[in-house]
């Protein structure tokens, strides 16, 4: 390595946590210009660069950044959008600390460069600009796709199959598109009007959205092949809740984290009654899980006015599958986190409201399939918990509806869709990615797949004989 390295990143200014806990306003604030630069400065430039290997979607790193240093902020936003139609929501909540900047050859003696946050800052500079830069788009094909879900997944095939010409139609069972973009992540993490410019900057490649259409009820899949569409592809998710089974979990005030999430953030339950949504304001709540999912939750809860907020985990801290940035700032916001310890059962007062919850000590043994230690449960530590409001977050499934009445489409023990490496289904003309594949997992890695499904999906369209 050169000698005169930087090895220290520009930290990005966030809203202190004593104010923040209170309110929905985005947390982290962003770089201004002068941190931006001198972030951007510290990359290397290398003619080899790994961090572009951790990218599922393939972003030229250092060809973005390197515009961003050279002031040319325009071709900073065209290197990102060759690659990534949806940045501005990439730059807020991609895990790039196990992705492309844990790839970043400064990360073996130092920080690794703040690719997420530039990417951020190139992102909301476009969106502060009069009009964005749109990538080519190729002659009509002539071929007509539809695209079932208008998540990461959904919406970044329909980007890369638009840009190729052919005509695609978007169908959202919900009334605004995004997927968990906007109806999981909450506004503090993530913005609604970014994920809006975003599915509007996929629109504007010419992909149709029709709204409030749910595939499988309004019309089957294979309906849409017989309407004239010549391929379909499935985004439709993982977003149906998992409970725990427990005594006691119907109580009032136990909600899975889908729900509470749902109403908080899409239906704006947090502004209520001047949006028509309730929601219960706990004082004492506890969040079972220890995923990004129960951090929000947590989080919500606490800007939503709890006195304490407890996230109860069954491992210990190091096995928390939760972006580490986001359980520090939930730290920080004073959740109070109960490791190794699992709930048994819920109780309830006479008017069937949940009142407490009763929990037992875990201990770590032998590593499971997922790599992690198995907890076990320690013999006569059961102990109640005071609790008005449980929010379960212990992982989604995938959404049913569609596989249930479809016999073409075959599916895994887990309900996910089988697809090959291409996200060609077992149905004709049909292809398939993201959580509905894979069970729930990362935004980009199901860009990346909608990515790689619309490449097949453009080979195999090409083939085919033209409509007159
Ligand atoms: P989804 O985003 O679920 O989109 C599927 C869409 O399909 C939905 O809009 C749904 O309404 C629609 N749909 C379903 N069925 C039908 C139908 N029959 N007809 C029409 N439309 C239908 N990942 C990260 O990388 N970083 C994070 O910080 C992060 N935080 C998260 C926080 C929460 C609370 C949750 C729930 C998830 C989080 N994730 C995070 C995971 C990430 O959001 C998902 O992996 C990703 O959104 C999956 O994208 P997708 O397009 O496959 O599905
Ligand atoms: Fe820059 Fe790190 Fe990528 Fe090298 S590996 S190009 S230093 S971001």
Not at 56 to 85: H, Q, T, W, Y
Not at 125 to 137: F, G, L, P, S
Not at 362 to 368: A, F, I, Q, T
Not at 412 to 418: A, D, E, I, P, R
Request: aromatic share 6%.
């Amino acid at each position: 390595m050169p000698s005169k390295i930087n090895l220290n990143r520009v930290e990005m200014p966030k809203q202190p946590p004593d104010e923040r806990r209170r309110n929905f306003q985005e947390v982290a604030l962003g770089y201004t210009e002068e941190q931006a630069m001198a972030e951007a400065k510290r990359c290397l430039q290398c003619k080899k660069p790994k961090c572009v290997e951790g990218c599922p979607v393939g972003v030229d790193i250092p060809e973005f950044i390197g515009a961003l240093r050279e002031g040319d902020m325009a071709e900073a936003v065209r290197a990102l959008k060759r690659k990534n139609s949806l940045p501005g929501v990439c730059g807020r909540v991609c895990p790039q600390e196990v992705q492309c900047e844990c790839r970043c050859v400064l990360a073996k003696k130092g920080a690794p460069i703040a690719i997420g946050r530039l990417e951020r800052y190139v992102a909301d500079w476009e969106r502060t600009q009069a009009c964005t830069e749109r990538c080519e788009i190729a002659p009509p094909t002539g071929k007509r796709v539809a695209i079932v879900g208008c998540g990461p997944a959904g919406l970044t095939c329909a980007a890369d199959l638009a840009r190729r010409g052919h005509k695609v139609v978007i169908f959202e069972a919900l009334h605004q598109g995004g997927g968990v973009l906007v109806y999981g992540i909450p506004e503090f993490r993530l913005p609604k009007s970014i994920v809006q410019s975003e599915v509007d900057y996929v629109r504007s490649l010419g992909a149709d959205l029709e709204l409030d259409t749910v595939i499988g009820r309004q019309f089957l899949v294979k309906e849409l092949l017989d309407e004239g569409f010549d391929a379909i592809f499935l985004g439709i998710g993982a977003g149906a809740p998992r409970f725990m089974g427990l005594e006691g979990e119907n109580l009032n005030g136990i909600y899975s984290a889908n729900e509470y999430l749902t109403r908080i953030n899409l239906m704006k339950a947090y502004l209520f009654p001047r949006y028509d949504t309730p929601i219960r304001k706990g004082k004492k709540v506890a969040v079972i899980g220890g995923g990004n999912v129960a951090m929000d939750s947590a989080r919500c809860a606490l800007r939503m006015g709890a006195d304490e907020v407890h996230v109860v985990y069954r491992r210990s801290e190091a096995e928390m599958p939760a972006r580490l940035e986001e359980v520090e700032n939930a730290k920080e916001e004073g959740v109070i986190f109960d490791y190794l310890t699992n709930p048994t059962k819920f109780i309830g007062d006479e008017k069937g409201n949940v009142r407490a919850m009763e929990v037992v000590d875990m201990v770590l043994g032998e590593p499971d399939a997922s790599g992690r230690r198995s907890p076990r449960v320690k013999k006569g530590s059961e102990h109640l918990m005071d609790v008005d409001t449980v929010i379960i977050a212990v992982g989604t499934v995938p959404n049913p509806l569609i596989p249930a009445i479809t016999p073409e489409l075959k599916t895994t023990k887990w309900g996910t869709l089988v697809v090959d490496e291409c996200g060609k289904t077992t149905m004709d003309s049909v292809w398939a990615g993201g959580d509905i594949t894979t069970g729930g997992a990362t935004v980009i890695s199901a860009m990346g797949a909608g990515k790689v499904a619309a490449a097949d999906m453009d080979s195999w369209l090409r083939a085919q004989k033209k409509h007159c």
